[in-house]
């Protein structure tokens, strides 16, 4: 078990790019989850998977966020478009029922 | 949304004094969770509470689960300089949206050496 591992742990793009991350979760675990975090604050939901049907989308992710687990394992998230308001940090975690769940190290985006 | 009220938002004490956070909230959570997080990472979870009126403890620390189902607390005894970082409460809800954790606002605790 090595954990939930994210990649890339650190994006700095220009406005307008896309950016995709990858979230590897911990194997045996069929529930992924997407939250983002900016400074100051706590974690916020964007989106969860259960297996590869992603059951919720928070309104926080606009169409310029995709968001895919195409084998119910590693999942990806897309931003078209990256604007300013985009940076923060991106969380992936995953969980094999309810409780607490697992966190990888993030992904800090930055968009200049 | 769903808020919570973590309270104090910092914390600066001398290595081995004892620490007391708590958080509170306006709707009934099924689950209360505590993690950690250091700088660059993502959250580690700490305790997690599932009835109301439980008292957990995992070294250290001790958590416990408002009988209103409303607030949690979480105590660290005799902190040590790696406790340093940023805590976060955050609650579960029952039914169909179970899955989702909604987070305080963290407090930042700073132990003098």
């Known amino acids: 078990d090595t954990g939930v591992s994210q990649d890339p742990r650190h994006k700095i793009t220009k406005r307008g790019q896309n950016v995709t991350f990858r979230c590897d979760p911990i194997?045996?675990?069929?529930?992924l989850y997407w939250y983002r975090q900016t400074l100051g604050q706590g974690p916020e939901f964007l989106t969860y998977f259960q297996n590869e049907a992603q059951l919720e989308k928070s309104r926080l992710l606009s169409d310029r966020f995709s968001a895919e687990r195409p084998k119910g394992s590693f999942s990806t998230l897309e931003i078209q478009r990256t604007e300013q308001g985009d940076s923060a940090m991106y969380l992936c975690?995953?969980?094999?029922?309810?409780?607490?769940?697992?966190f990888g190290s993030g992904t800090r985006l930055t968009v200049v | 949304g769903q808020q919570l009220n973590q309270s104090p938002q910092s914390m600066f004490i001398q290595e081995g004094e004892d620490v007391s956070m708590n958080c509170t909230s306006s709707s009934i959570f099924n689950t209360w969770l505590w993690y950690k997080q250091d700088p660059g990472e993502g959250p580690v979870l700490l305790i997690a509470l599932y009835k109301a009126g439980e008292l957990t403890s995992n070294g250290r620390l001790t958590a416990q689960f408002g009988i209103t189902r409303k607030d949690s607390f979480l105590n660290i005894s005799a902190s040590i300089p790696s406790d340093v970082g940023i805590y976060f409460c955050?609650?579960?809800?029952?039914?169909?949206?179970?899955?989702?954790?909604?987070f305080g606002k963290g407090t930042l605790l700073t132990v003098n050496p």
């Open positions: 955050a609650g579960q809800l029952s039914g169909g949206s179970n899955y989702k954790l909604t």
């Open positions: 194997s045996e675990h069929n529930r």
């Open positions: 975690a995953s969980s094999l029922v309810v409780g607490g769940y697992t």
